[in-house]
C-alpha cells in the first residue's frame, strides 16, 4: 500500500461552479485527520474565509460522497422550484409575473438562495427560458443519492422523479 511508503489520500468535493471566483465556493474535506490538518493552510487559502466554507468530513472518500449528496439535494431543489413556476404559469387567469415573483421570493422568504437567485436572474431575461432545455444530461450525482439512500434505506422521496431504470444506467 501507498500508505506505508509515506502517502495519504485527501479528497475534496467542491461546490461553486463557474460562479465559484466571484461568488465563492465551498470545500469538503475527506482524509486522515493528521493528513487534512497538514494542508488545513491551503484549504483556508482557497476557502471563502478561515473558518468558513470549508470543513473535514472524515475518512477518505467522505468528502467525494458529501459532495455527491450535495448535488442530489440541489436536484431536489432545481425540481421543485421548476414545478413551482411550471404551475403559475399554467394559471393562466393570473397572468403571474415570473421575474417579479422570483425577485419577491429571493428576500425574506424561507425558499431564498443562491439557485433563486440564477433562477431569478434567468426569469427577468426572458419568462419563457425558450433558451434552457427542459432537462439536464444525467451526470450520476442524483442517480447516485438515490442509490445510496436505496442501500442504507433512508427515505428520499424528493429523488422520485428519476426514470424507473435510472439506476441500472451508466451515468453520462
Not at 497538514?38 to 473558518?51: G, H, S, W
Not at 472524515?58 to 439535494?73: E, L, R, Y
Amino acid at each position: 500500500m501507498v500508505s506505508a511508503l509515506g502517502f495519504q489520500y485527501i479528497d475534496a468535493g467542491t461546490s461553486g461552479g463557474i460562479w465559484g471566483l466571484a461568488e465563492g465556493y465551498s470545500l469538503m474535506v475527506g482524509g486522515d485527520k493528521a493528513a487534512v490538518d497538514r494542508i488545513q493552510p491551503i484549504i483556508e487559502t482557497l476557502a471563502p474565509a478561515k473558518n468558513q466554507g470549508w470543513g473535514h468530513m472524515g475518512p477518505s472518500g467522505s468528502g467525494h460522497f458529501v459532495k455527491m449528496i450535495h448535488n442530489g439535494i440541489e436536484y431536489g431543489l432545481m425540481q421543485a422550484y421548476a414545478e413551482g413556476f411550471e404551475v403559475m404559469k399554467a394559471k393562466s387567469e393570473f397572468n403571474l409575473d415570473l421575474a417579479q415573483i422570483s425577485e419577491v421570493w429571493r428576500y425574506g422568504s424561507v425558499v431564498r438562495s443562491w439557485l433563486l437567485d440564477l433562477t431569478a436572474r434567468a426569469l427577468a431575461e426572458d419568462q419563457e427560458l425558450s433558451a434552457i432545455k427542459g432537462y439536464v444530461a444525467d451526470s450520476g450525482e442524483g442517480r447516485w443519492t438515490v442509490a445510496e439512500a436505496i442501500d442504507l434505506d433512508v427515505p428520499a422521496p424528493v429523488d422520485h422523479a428519476l426514470p424507473d431504470d435510472a439506476l441500472r444506467q451508466p451515468p453520462g
